[in-house]
């Protein structure tokens, strides 16, 4: 795409398994805004939660009887992935749940770049006591209701607009350049 813009993404998961995504939020960033703001409700193979991630994330089976399955959600979702650097706060866990996900509906995985907000904080704000997303996020002064998926997509999309900022980055690749931080490859 060439545009700058850059993706931030949450998934929410129904049980330990990383192809169990049952809940995906994006926050589109250009022009150091956030300009577009999406969530999915998904339904998961096999409907089976765990009782765990439900205390954590609130989205029960019921929530998702009706919801898409990821296979039919892609389209929509790949458009705002492609071309573009996706970030995530903790990207191991939120790629590993894109990858098994399109690995277990047979999807060819598209050319996408991700990178860390995690890292970002770590960096850019060295004396926090953890860089848990509630945790920078109360610290950048970022409202948002935690475990909600375009919520935690929004806030990291804010910390890494706040980390340009900081740094006198003028886009995500010239903070991650400034930090020594390369994107990786889905």
């Known amino acids: 795409m060439g545009d700058g813009a850059y993706v931030a993404i949450d998934f929410e998961t129904a049980n330990e398994k990383r192809d169990s995504a049952c ?12 300009v ?14 765990n009782p765990i991630n439900i205390s954590i994330h609130g989205i029960r ?16 979702v790949r458009v705002h992935l492609e071309g573009r650097t996706v970030i995530a706060h903790n990207a ?3 790629m590993g749940v894109l990858g098994g996900t399109l690995s277990a509906y047979r999807i ?4 996408i770049r991700y990178s860390c907000t995690w890292a970002i904080a770590r960096h850019v704000w060295p004396a926090l006591p953890n860089y848990k997303l509630h945790v920078v996020a109360d610290h950048l002064g970022i409202d948002f209701s935690h ?7 929004m806030a990291a999309a804010m910390i890494a607009i706040h980390a340009c900022g900081k740094t006198g980055s003028a886009s995500l690749s010239e903070l991650l350049k400034a930090l020594n931080l ?3 490859r889905l």
């Open 23 to 34: 809940a995906l939020g994006i926050a589109v960033v250009a022009g150091a805004q956030i």
């Open 36 to 49: 577009e703001r999406r969530s999915w409700l998904i339904k998961p193979p096999g409907m089976r939660f």
């Open 61 to 76: 089976p019921l929530d998702v009887e009706d919801a898409p399955d990821f296979s039919e959600l892609w389209p929509t």
């Open 92 to 94: 191991a866990f939120d």
């Open 108 to 111: 060819p995985s598209p050319d």
């Open 147 to 153: 475990h909600d998926a375009a919520d935690d997509a």
């Open 182 to 184: 390369r994107s990786r």
